[in-house]
């Protein structure tokens, strides 16, 4: 979706779109799109800088960091996002220092905002770094990759890395073994 840029005025416009799982590329493995994202908002314009605020909310499928099984997510996202025209973002020097303000601020082309990159990059940035089905996820055999919290593998768990081993014997004094 495009927000024509000078049909935007300092009043606020609404705007809303709904997204396809398939429209929405997240180029992230473990994470996709399970259900449409709805992107409602206002958009706002002060001379060249355009202003777009509001909330998308959709749902995700992660793979679980430690088991690789598939787990679906809520996910809400608000968004507070100024751009300015590509011009003026290219004219600027180099050695720029930059400013608190300018961390949310984001280059357009031409006469329009792309909506779809924004909503893209804002699911993105709200997927979680780590991802458990639960807390107490066992994970994946090392030898065999069974999932340990389906069934038990019939692989001996016993070994110690040698680097470890002085660690273990620590433990096993600890603990009166």
């Given at each position: 979706m495009r927000i024509e840029v000078e049909?935007?005025?300092?009043?606020?416009?609404?705007?809303?779109?709904?997204y396809?799982?398939?429209?929405v590329e997240l180029e992230e493995e473990g994470?996709?799109?399970?259900?449409?994202?709805?992107?409602?908002g206002v958009a706002t314009r002060k001379g060249e800088r355009v202003r777009l605020r509001g909330t998308?909310?959709?749902?995700?499928?992660?793979?679980c960091d430690r088991c690789l099984g598939p787990e679906r997510a809520p996910l809400a996202v608000e968004f507070d996002t100024s751009f300015i025209p590509q011009e003026v973002e290219a004219g600027k020097e180099e050695s720029v220092e930059l400013l608190a303000e300018d961390l949310g601020l984001a280059a357009y082309e031409?006469?329009?905002?792309?909506?779809?990159?924004?909503?893209?990059e804002q699911i993105l940035l709200a997927l979680p770094s780590r991802h458990l089905c639960r807390e107490d996820c066992k994970g994946l055999c090392q030898?065999?990759?069974a999932n340990l919290n389906e069934n038990q593998?019939?692989?001996?768990?016993?070994?110690?890395?040698?680097?470890?081993?002085a660690l273990a014997d620590l433990k096993k004094e600890v603990n009166g073994e």
């Amino acid at each position: 979706m495009r927000i024509e840029v000078e049909n935007l005025t300092a009043a606020a416009t609404p705007f809303a779109h709904t997204y396809r799982p398939e429209e929405v590329e997240l180029e992230e493995e473990g994470a996709r799109l399970v259900a449409d994202a709805a992107v409602d908002g206002v958009a706002t314009r002060k001379g060249e800088r355009v202003r777009l605020r509001g909330t998308i909310k959709t749902e995700v499928e992660l793979l679980c960091d430690r088991c690789l099984g598939p787990e679906r997510a809520p996910l809400a996202v608000e968004f507070d996002t100024s751009f300015i025209p590509q011009e003026v973002e290219a004219g600027k020097e180099e050695s720029v220092e930059l400013l608190a303000e300018d961390l949310g601020l984001a280059a357009y082309e031409g006469d329009a905002v792309d909506l779809d990159e924004l909503v893209r990059e804002q699911i993105l940035l709200a997927l979680p770094s780590r991802h458990l089905c639960r807390e107490d996820c066992k994970g994946l055999c090392q030898k065999c990759g069974a999932n340990l919290n389906e069934n038990q593998c019939s692989c001996e768990q016993g070994e110690t890395d040698p680097r470890w081993a002085a660690l273990a014997d620590l433990k096993k004094e600890v603990n009166g073994e």
